[in-house]
């Protein structure tokens, strides 16, 4: 497949794949354990870095078009500045007015592991969701607001996260269509949802990914 083809065209079974992915989560969150959705994810994953191994081997190039390159980095991350700076301030607010701003020393755990995580969650959203919708959406607030919606209803049924992750699936993607830099806005993904886990969520994914890690080894 040669890659202007590709990036004219929509691919509707990797849309398919990844919607079908977010309706299982949905299933194993709302009926099975935090351990079960753990290794849903895990295993989800999996299957979609062979299915992006294959697609590396088979369409050269496709790793730019992705968003994977380096050349306007620092554009991109100029471009995400704005939203992270007033994210990080939203955020710190609310953490105030409720109490919540507290951050244990796991805290550094995610956010040094979060980005990677945040450039995984964007690559699904900006390029198996958002992408493969161009032939439903074709203005970008409308592709931003269809994406970020089929993004978020994948944390269901935690409210609160579903609001988060598509008010920041909105930005995101409206940034991400000027600016398609992966590492920057995986990184800022990793920025935000590494505060709003722990001060507005309430939630400690490194305390989580500790005792994960613990079972799994025995430790």
């Known amino acids: 497949m040669e890659v202007d083809t590709y990036e004219r065209h929509p691919s509707y079974g990797e849309?398919?794949?990844?919607?079908?992915?977010?309706?299982?989560?949905?299933?194993?969150?709302?009926?099975?354990?935090?351990?079960?959705?753990?290794?849903?994810?895990?295993?989800?994953?999996?299957?979609?870095?062979?299915?992006?191994?294959?697609?590396?081997?088979?369409?050269?190039?496709?790793?730019?078009?992705?968003?994977?390159?380096?050349?306007?980095?620092?554009?991109?991350?100029?471009?995400?500045?704005?939203?992270?700076?007033?994210?990080?301030?939203?955020?710190?607010?609310?953490?105030?007015v409720a109490k919540s701003l507290v951050l244990p020393y796991t805290f550094w755990l995610t956010i040094a592991l979060y980005p990677v995580w945040g450039v995984a969650q964007q690559f699904a959203l900006q390029n198996l969701i958002a992408k493969n919708i161009t032939g439903v959406f074709s203005k970008p607030v409308a592709l931003a607001v269809g994406s970020a919606t089929l993004f978020a209803i994948s944390h269901y049924p935690r409210l609160e996260l579903v609001a988060l992750t598509f008010v920041s699936g909105v930005f995101?993607?409206?940034?991400?269509?000027?600016?398609?830099?992966?590492?920057?806005?995986?990184?800022?993904?990793?920025?935000?949802?590494?505060?709003?886990?722990?001060?507005?969520?309430?939630?400690?994914?490194?305390?989580?990914?500790?005792?994960?890690?613990?079972?799994?080894l025995g430790l």
């Open 172 to 216: 995101f993607t409206l940034i991400y269509r000027k600016f398609p830099n992966l590492w920057a806005v995986g990184v800022a993904h990793g920025l935000l949802g590494s505060l709003a886990f722990y001060l507005v969520l309430q939630e400690d994914p490194g305390a989580v990914i500790l005792r994960f890690f613990s079972t799994t």
């Open 15 to 96: 849309l398919t794949a990844i919607l079908l992915a977010g309706a299982v989560h949905v299933l194993v969150e709302v009926g099975f354990s935090g351990l079960v959705a753990t290794w849903y994810n895990v295993g989800v994953s999996v299957s979609f870095v062979v299915y992006i191994v294959w697609r590396i081997r088979h369409t050269p190039g496709v790793l730019r078009i992705w968003g994977f390159r380096g050349d306007n980095f620092v554009s991109a991350v100029r471009g995400q500045l704005w939203f992270v700076v007033v994210g990080v301030f939203v955020l710190v607010v609310y953490a105030a």
